[in-house]
């Protein structure tokens, strides 16, 4: 019997590099959507760029590079 993942890989391995890369950035979106609304439900007084801010920390936060760009964004 083969596990989800090994299914899943299977199902992937015949789409076009087109498909996966819609598929990719589907995921990263929902991934988006969700880190903001946990944000926000942590600090509601955020504005919405400061929202995407704390987003894009959480997602490059192991990133020293992006981390230093985006500390730019406050100067």
Do not use: F, H, N
Not at 11 to 31: F, H, K, N, T
Not at 34 to 50: D, F, G, H, I, Q
Not at 54 to 66: F, M
């Amino acid at each position: 019997m083969k596990g989800v993942e090994e299914q899943y890989r299977e199902a992937i391995g015949g789409w076009s590099g087109r498909r996966r890369v819609e598929r990719s950035q589907d995921l990263l979106s929902e991934v988006r959507e969700m880190l903001a609304r946990k944000v926000v439900a942590r600090e509601p007084e955020l504005t919405p760029s400061e929202v995407r801010r704390r987003v894009a920390e959480q997602l490059y936060g192991s990133d020293r590079e992006t981390l230093c760009l985006l500390s730019r964004l406050d100067s």
